[in-house]
């Protein structure tokens, strides 16, 4: 599976981004998918992720703010960021779960104060 992340970038404090992830390849077999993020200097997290009987789970930090959907017929889940924060700065990845997890190449999402 790929996964072609896109749709970061610099917005100051408050403001909004909506991030979107088309997976391709084999994707019959993907039995979760979602966000995850990493800071300068920080460990790679999750912050909105779909199981595989498609719940939505949210890290609390963005929990109210950030919304994860899924278009399947694209192929393509999205994140709606809202309300942003300089502390949701990071590099932004999607995943695919299947045997393995699969990465996106990541898009780099700056909130400004």
């Known amino acids: 599976v790929q996964l072609q992340a896109s749709g970061g970038g610099s917005v100051q404090a408050g403001g909004s981004l909506r991030l979107s992830c088309v997976a391709s390849?084999?994707?019959?077999?993907?039995?979760?998918m979602g966000w995850y993020r990493e800071a300068p200097g920080q460990r790679r997290e999750a912050v909105a992720t779909?199981?595989?009987?498609?719940?939505?789970v949210y890290s609390p930090s963005v929990k109210g703010r950030f919304t994860i959907s899924g278009d399947n017929a694209k192929s393509t889940i999205y994140l709606q960021m809202d309300s942003l924060k300089p502390e949701d700065t990071a590099v932004y990845y999607c995943?695919?779960?299947?045997?393995?997890?699969?990465w996106g190449q990541g898009t780099q999402v700056t909130v400004s104060s």
């Open positions: 779909f199981t595989v009987d498609g719940t939505a």
């Open positions: 995943a695919a779960v299947r045997t393995a997890v699969h």
């Open positions: 390849g084999v994707i019959f077999d993907i039995k979760g």
